[in-house]
């Protein structure tokens, strides 16, 4: 009974900043890879940054390194994504994942989502 729940989205200006929180229950968080994803309208879904759970090495996708950072608090199953100096392009819903298997690249093979919460920014 794997949950995943997303929070934090919203709508910013270019240049703000946004802090997404995912919080897992059901399975023993340090044994999965963790990670966000985002799909905009019309879109493919586009992985954004993994993070190996039990080191914390991280992963991302090129147009958001040294804008976002993924993060985690182990002890209370908690993963999170500040996003920095945002862009219109970012704009999209974003989705909370786990995977069984922990990762060691930016992989889009996830088992388990989120619902979503949803991202908007304005030019």
């Known amino acids: 009974q794997v949950q995943l729940m997303e929070s934090g989205g919203g709508s910013v200006q270019a240049g703000g900043s946004l802090r997404l929180s995912c919080v897992a229950s059901?399975?023993?968080?340090?044994?999965?890879?963790m990670g966000w994803f985002r799909q905009a309208p019309g879109k493919a879904r586009e992985a954004v940054a993994v993070?190996?759970?039990?080191?914390?090495?991280?992963y991302y996708v090129e147009n958001v390194e040294g804008r976002f950072i993924i993060s985690q608090a182990n002890t209370e199953n908690m993963m999170y994504l500040q996003m920095n100096n945002l862009k219109p392009e970012d704009t999209a819903t974003y989705y909370c994942?786990?995977?069984?298997?922990?990762?060691?690249?930016?992989?889009?093979?996830?088992?388990?989502w989120g619902k979503g919460t949803l991202v908007t920014i304005s030019p």
């Open positions: 994942a786990a995977r069984r298997i922990r990762c060691n690249y930016l992989t889009n093979a996830m088992d388990y």
């Open positions: 993070i190996n759970t039990r080191d914390g090495t991280s």
């Open positions: 059901g399975f023993t968080y340090g044994r999965y890879c």
